[in-house]
Nanobody
Framework: QVQLVESGGGSVQAGDSLRLSCANS????????MAWFRQAPGKEREFVAT????????RYADSVKGRFTISRDNLKKTAYLQMNSLKPEDTAVYFC????????????????WGQGTQVTVSS
């Protein structure tokens, strides 16, 4: 059973940066596409970014393009989300997700989920 454990959330001011980490317990980490989703209070979970197993071209939601960077370290079996120029509207619980197969934007196709980490951005 694959377990995903996120870390790195917190409370920051607008314009600050945070880096989220997601450790994957799977044996063959490179086989997993990794992704980040977020869910704000009263809203549906939304796609943020994804990167496939071989570190191919990442994909981003339009709302975070140019500010967020997804990456992975296959030796450490960890995915990251570097978040720069944070805005109050980025406030949400951020979830790490994984699936075996290529990158995808829909949450429904991801089989494994972390517990979430809170990111709060104040103005």
């Amino acid at each position: 059973q694959v377990q995903l454990v996120e870390s790195g959330g917190g409370s920051v001011q607008a314009g600050d940066s945070l880096r989220l980490s997601c450790a994957n317990s799977g044996r063959t980490f490179a086989a997993y596409t990794m992704a980040w989703f977020r869910q704000a209070p009263g809203k549906e979970r939304e796609f943020v970014a994804t990167i496939d197993g071989i570190g191919g071209t990442p994909r981003y939601a339009d709302s975070v393009k140019g500010r967020f960077t997804i990456s992975r370290d296959n030796l450490k079996k960890t995915a990251y989300l570097q978040m720069n120029s944070l805005k109050p509207e980025d406030t949400a619980v951020y979830f790490c997700a994984a699936r075996v197969g290529g990158s995808a934007l829909g949450a429904v196709v991801y089989n494994y989920w972390g517990q979430g980490t809170q990111v709060t951005v104040s103005s």
